[in-house]
């Protein structure tokens, strides 16, 4: 079903001005960055403005309900009080105090921010109040996106999405893409990564949605953006996707400006 509609991805002249994002708060608020602003949509049907003037590459929210978004090489953060700060990127560059093209953002629990730092290659940390980052990942990435640090498990997991070398990455090692399944080759890129309390990993490419166990080691279509029945227009535009609570599925769709949401089925054997 679609739940919110009417989101400008586009200017006057038909040109693509920023991308559809999505991320949910600890509410099951649905919080959307488009058309320079970032809204909130309450459970209840109301719609708060947050920010306006604002254009968000990449969003986090953390459990705090802070929001953490990104133009370019800079990282900012929302708190509830509707203050913004720039958390890093103060200039572009290589350098640790700074980044080139922020792609991917997570937020763990002890405050530390993890940066996609595409431009450069690689992922950034950034402990709490820290000035400068260290290198958390950079082993041959290559246009590296969407990332995830994994704390239900014993040990600290980060997944990163290395797109263009066509794979996922977990700790260095790939799991997930070319070289490793069959099914994958080098039409495989990878947008955006999940990982539920089960460890189980939910990825967004090109043509769909999958889900990855990593017990079986088997690869399972949740979704494919080719499918008139869901979508309005098939796009290979990178898909931001979120759940909520109850494990019901939220994804952007470029072609009609909309955020679609899928039930989950409780009778599911998967």
């Known amino acids: 079903m679609t739940i919110v509609d009417n989101l400008g991805i586009l200017d006057d002249g038909m040109h693509e001005m920023h991308r559809l994002v999505i991320a949910m708060d600890t509410q099951d608020n649905l919080i959307v960055a488009s058309d320079f602003t970032i809204r909130k949509y309450f459970l209840n049907g109301t719609i708060e403005t947050l920010a306006s003037g604002v254009v968000a590459d990449s969003m986090f929210i953390d459990r705090f309900d802070n929001i953490y978004y990104n133009f370019e090489y800079i990282l900012y953060k929302l708190d509830k009080n509707g203050e913004t700060s720039i958390v890093a990127g103060l200039s572009p560059?290589?350098?640790?105090?700074?980044?080139?093209?922020?792609?991917?953002?997570y937020v763990d629990k002890q405050g530390t921010v993890y940066i996609s730092d595409k431009g450069n290659n690689r992922i950034v940390k950034y402990p709490l109040n820290a000035i400068t980052g260290t290198i958390a990942a950079d082993d041959q990435l290559n246009n590296?996106?969407?990332?995830?640090?994994?704390?239900?498990?014993?040990?600290?997991t980060l997944y990163v999405c290395d797109t263009n070398n066509h794979r996922i990455q977990r700790e260095g090692i790939s799991i997930i893409g070319k070289g490793v399944q069959s099914i994958f080759d080098d039409s495989f890129n990878p947008h955006n990564i999940f990982v539920d309390f089960h460890g189980i990993v939910y990825v967004s490419h090109a043509r769909g949605l999958?889900?990855?166990?990593?017990?079986q080691k088997r690869v399972q279509v949740v979704l494919e953006w080719e499918c008139p029945?869901?979508?309005?227009?098939?796009?290979?535009?990178?898909?931001s996707f979120?759940?909520?609570?109850?494990?019901?599925?939220?994804v952007t769709d470029r072609g009609s400006g909309s955020v679609k949401k899928f039930l989950f089925d409780r009778n599911s054997c998967e």
């Open 93 to 105: 560059g290589s350098d640790l105090d700074q980044l080139s093209d922020v792609s991917g953002i």
């Open 144 to 156: 590296p996106l969407g990332i995830f640090m994994d704390e239900n498990q014993n040990e600290r």
């Open 210 to 215: 999958f889900r990855w166990s990593p017990i």
């Open 229 to 239: 029945h869901f979508f309005d227009e098939w796009t290979e535009h990178p898909v």
């Open 242 to 250: 979120t759940f909520d609570s109850d494990w019901n599925l939220y």
